[in-house]
């Protein structure tokens, strides 16, 4: 079945640098790839929609320069938190939809725990 | 817009007996998905069930069921048999079919304990 991965799975940085989350589609190809935000006992808020080669359409409220997303081919996504905080801390999930996977749910990353010190 | 109402934030269930989810949406549209996903302490989103709005039969996944029900948009899991290793944070989740629609919007969650 469609797998994506994402990586790393926990990251720890420090307050002013950038990280970067990748999500990879293993055996399809993602042409779009949504981002999400999760915070503890939460749901899941929607950051941002990606399609292949496009810019990255943003949710409201959503710091486009803060938060940028790389959607450069059909295999790989990528989001950057740039200058983080501490309230930048959370759990970002990616999750994909394109050739080859279910026709009408999405295949989901595993998940990146970011904790900003 | 869309939006998914899980009003029930914590539901426990005794091992082998039968519990119910609530879920209920908003949506002006015609045709949609409807899902439920499962979320375990990984955190890991598994897809427990689907239904297509365009379709009368309840939905059925082996111990999992729906009662979905168009008119009153309401869209309940039922989970039969309980197991330890169904104890989880449940989201429902609505897609549409067309455009900026295409996403998920979920519930709130309800996080089901398995009491053995």
């Known amino acids: 079945g469609a797998v994506v991965s994402q990586h790393p799975s926990r990251v720890i940085c420090k307050s002013g640098t950038s990280v970067k989350i990748e999500c990879r589609s293993l055996?399809?190809?993602?042409?779009?790839m949504f981002w999400y935000r999760q915070f503890p006992k939460q749901s899941l808020m929607l950051m941002a929609t990606?399609?292949?080669?496009?810019?990255?359409?943003?949710e409201q409220g959503v710091e486009k320069d803060k938060f940028l997303i790389n959607h450069a081919s059909l295999t790989l996504s990528t989001l950057t938190v740039t200058s983080a905080h501490p309230e930048d801390s959370s759990f970002y999930i990616c999750?994909?939809?394109?050739?080859?996977?279910?026709?009408?749910?999405?295949?989901f990353g595993s998940g990146t725990r970011l904790t900003v010190v | 817009a869309q939006t998914v109402t899980q009003s029930q934030p914590e539901m426990s269930v005794q091992e082998a007996e039968t519990v119910t989810l609530s879920c209920t949406y908003d949506?002006?549209?015609?045709?949609?998905?409807l899902f439920w996903y499962k979320q375990p302490p990984s955190r890991q989103m598994i897809l427990v069930i689907r239904?297509?709005?365009?379709?009368?039969q309840n939905a059925t996944e082996n111990r999992f069921s729906v009662n979905f029900q168009k008119a009153a948009k309401s869209f309940s899991l039922k989970i039969s048999d309980s197991q330890l290793g169904d104890a989880a944070m449940y989201f429902c989740?609505?897609?549409?079919?067309?455009?900026?629609?295409?996403?998920?919007?979920f519930g709130s969650g309800t996080q089901l304990t398995v009491l053995p």
């Open positions: 999750s994909a939809a394109g050739t080859g996977t279910h026709p009408y749910g999405y295949t």
């Open positions: 055996d399809f190809q993602a042409t779009t």
């Open positions: 990606s399609n292949e080669g496009s810019k990255a359409t943003y």
């Open positions: 949506t002006s549209e015609s045709d949609y998905y």
């Open positions: 239904q297509e709005a365009y379709k009368q």
């Open positions: 989740a609505y897609r549409g079919l067309v455009g900026s629609a295409r996403q998920l919007t």
